[in-house]
């Protein structure tokens, strides 16, 4: 087990042993859809899309504790919170949440490209 790894799962501990419920935590794993161990997230106030790899996340929420339980700021614009979400391999749209197409495969909800 890496040093990395430590830091997630302590982070981890520490979040569900605050109590606090997060969706991202209890939704279906869908890690083919996240390049390298990382994750889609889109700044919502400068907008940038970027990949956020659990040591990035790990290394902010150690050096910012106060905002345990929150979005992580957007390291581009440090204004912004970061969404997590995925990224539409066809042209790469970001989202949040595929959509189901009419024969139940998923789709991007921006392009409606099927989802491998
Ligand atoms: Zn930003
Ligand atoms: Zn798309």
């Keep these: 087990m890496s040093d990395n790894v430590k830091i997630i ?3 981890l501990g520490i979040l569900v042993g605050g109590g606090f419920t997060f969706s991202y ?3 279906p794993s869908e890690s083919e859809d996240f390049p390298d161990g990382g994750t889609w997230a889109k700044c919502n106030a400068c907008q940038a899309m970027q990949v956020i790899d659990p040591e990035m996340r790990g290394k902010f929420y150690e ?6 339980g929150r979005p992580m700021a957007c390291p ?4 912004g919170a970061l969404m997590d979400g ?3 391999p066809t042209k790469g749209c970001f989202y949040t949440q595929a959509k189901q ?3 139940g495969a998923p ?10």
């Design 25 to 27: 935590l209890t939704s």
């Design 86 to 88: 995925l990224k539409c």
């Design 76 to 79: 581009k614009c440090n204004k």
């Design 9 to 11: 799962l302590a982070v």
């Design 101 to 103: 197409s009419k024969d």
């Design 63 to 68: 050096e910012n504790p106060n905002m345990m």
């Design 107 to 116: 789709a991007c909800p921006v392009c409606s490209s099927k989802l491998p």
